[in-house]
């Protein structure tokens, strides 16, 4: 089974939302957009304040950032998110301090810097266009 696992956003909508409509941020919304046409079995976002959370979950916005918290805090969060995750291949649209601590799978990242991974984003969306 085909995991993809995005991690959430900065900028958020304010109040409760579809995990999905929350996140506002370019990398989200694009990584959203490749892996719902990658046909992934499941879609879960990796939230730092709500860790796995299912995309058609209504949730509350928050300010809260995984970036930021020491790697105690984030080996702690890391098993909260392994313990509900379904065993399967992963894929991870999210940097490194999101997927550092869980099951290996594949990086969607590519690229030096945000510019650069928003580059490659954008131009796998638009070979996903092209070749439908």
């Known amino acids: 089974m085909k995991i993809g696992l995005i991690g959430c956003s900065k900028k958020k909508l304010v109040g409760k939302h579809l995990a999905r409509d929350l996140y506002q941020g370019a990398l989200f919304q694009k990584s959203l957009a490749i892996a719902e046409r990658l046909n992934f079995n499941m879609i879960y976002i ?3 304040k709500y860790g796995l959370l299912e995309i058609n979950r209504y949730v509350d916005s928050y300010n809260d950032d995984l970036t930021t918290k020491d790697k105690t805090e984030r080996l702690s969060w890391a098993e909260s998110v392994k313990n509900k995750l379904p065993i399967g291949e992963y894929y991870y649209f999210c940097g490194k301090k ?3 601590f ?3 799978g594949s990086t969607m990242f590519r690229g030096k810097g945000i510019g650069g991974i928003l580059s490659n984003l954008n131009q796998e969306l638009a070979n996903m ?3 439908t």
């Open 129 to 131: 266009r092209s070749i």
């Open 102 to 104: 869980l099951p290996p």
């Open 98 to 100: 999101y997927w550092e």
């Open 46 to 48: 990796l939230s730092a």
